[in-house]
């Protein structure tokens, strides 16, 4: 599974990403001519988070 939403009832889910998920999604972002951004949003991801 690569994605995996700790559970809290009555609070916003913290998503936690496995290292596998992670390593796919920069092997994508070191590909040339794509936009880091468009990466993110396509994977729900906010391109602003630290790495």
């Known amino acids: 599974m690569l994605l ?3 559970e ?3 609070r916003r ?3 936690r ?3 596998e998920y992670k390593a796919a999604l920069v ?3 070191k590909q ?3 936009s880091v951004a468009a990466i ?3 994977h729900g991801i906010n391109a602003n988070l630290p790495a």
């Open 4 to 6: 995996m939403p700790e």
């Open 8 to 10: 809290s009832p009555g």
């Open 13 to 15: 889910r913290r998503r």
């Open 17 to 19: 990403y496995t290292d």
């Open 27 to 29: 092997a994508q972002c």
């Open 32 to 34: 040339p001519h794509v």
């Open 40 to 42: 993110a949003q396509a």
